[in-house]
């Protein structure tokens, strides 16, 4: 029997008050990051927006995120620059904060693939603790998902996009704030790669093989 929760439909506009901002960043790679969207249409269990982000795909990419949009409730954006996973994300991230209702961010790389109740077990991480910003628990580090507060990334002018891990960035500027991140040791994240998202590269690194931890299509 199906234990699953049900999952929420994204909101392609007008989402309602607290919605969540979901960036998510595609360079090819259509393996990988089918597991990590699918996940997120099928385990997501808030309310949400979600923006894909293509940094200049080819056209078997093209033709499957045009899809997926006319299908799902989804924004795709056009990245036409060097590969910058932080300037993706921005672009991302203020397109959907442009809704007064969308209250948090969250910004992964293609390559994670999520778990029920993970988004809800992050907010409701973010409430309980009154801190900016949290972290799942992976099998790899650092983590490859970050949720946070509209508060915090419009006051640090979101993520900087001159240096090479924009997430850690984020992440120890939250901290100096003394706002605090938490990692939610509730929500698994399985991480497929480790080293950092090359998009050039055919496929990405797997993670080293864990007992207890199991990539599942």
Known sequence: MNEWPPSTKPFRASPPEGAVAIALPIRDNLRFFKLCYHSILGFTDYRH????VDNMSGWETRQYLESIR??????????QK????????N???RFMFAFASVKYGVVMKPTVVFEPFWLSGMVKSI??????????TTNGEPADVLLFNRQAYEELDG??????????????????RQDGVVVQSHTLVHQFQINGFDPKREEPIAAAPQETTEAKA
């Open 159 to 176: 993520f900087r996009e001159d240096i090479p891990n924009p997430l850690q960035d984020f992440t120890e500027r939250v901290t100096r």
């Open 127 to 136: 409430a309980l603790e009154r801190v900016a910003a949290a972290v799942p």
């Open 82 to 89: 060097e590969h910058n996973l932080a300037a993706e994300w």
């Open 49 to 52: 927006m979600l923006t894909i």
């Open 70 to 79: 006319r299908n799902h409730n989804i924004n795709v954006l056009q990245f």
């Open 91 to 93: 672009l991302a991230i």
